[in-house]
């Protein structure tokens, strides 16, 4: 079965930090995309991040670049999404999703979603 689960959500004050970690299981990781999203509450999902463990290329949306940092462990399976610096505008629930054999990940092109993990960043 294939599965994406997504860990380490939480409460952080602004400026504080968190990681978190998508776990796949049931499909070869090292052919994949993996992106991280994230859809506050009355808004759109919008991407976060990219990595693309098949080619190793990375990507970020403008308003975490430099804050946020995606990498991956192949030999867990599991892609993390460090953010720093972060800001009440960053709460939502994250989601990660994979695409095969992809370098981009398009929010209406990924093949497997996570549940998601709610960050929460008070005002």
């Known amino acids: 079965e294939v599965q994406l689960v997504e860990s380490g959500g939480g409460l952080v004050q602004a400026g504080g930090s968190l990681r978190l970690a998508c776990a796949a299981s049931?499909?070869?990781?090292?052919?994949?995309?993996i992106g991280w999203f994230r859809q506050a509450p009355g808004k759109e999902r919008e991407g976060v991040s990219c990595?693309?463990?098949?080619?190793?290329?990375?990507y970020y949306a403008d308003s975490v670049n430099g804050r946020f940092t995606t990498s991956s462990n192949n030999a867990k399976n599991t892609v993390y999404l460090q953010m720093n610096s972060l800001k009440p505008e960053d709460t939502a629930v994250y989601y990660c999703a994979a695409r095969y054999l992809g370098s981009e990940c398009p929010s209406d092109g990924m093949n497997f979603w996570g549940k998601g993990t709610l960050v929460t960043v008070p005002s």
């Open positions: 990595i693309s463990v098949y080619d190793i290329s990375t």
């Open positions: 049931g499909f070869s990781f090292d052919r994949y995309a």
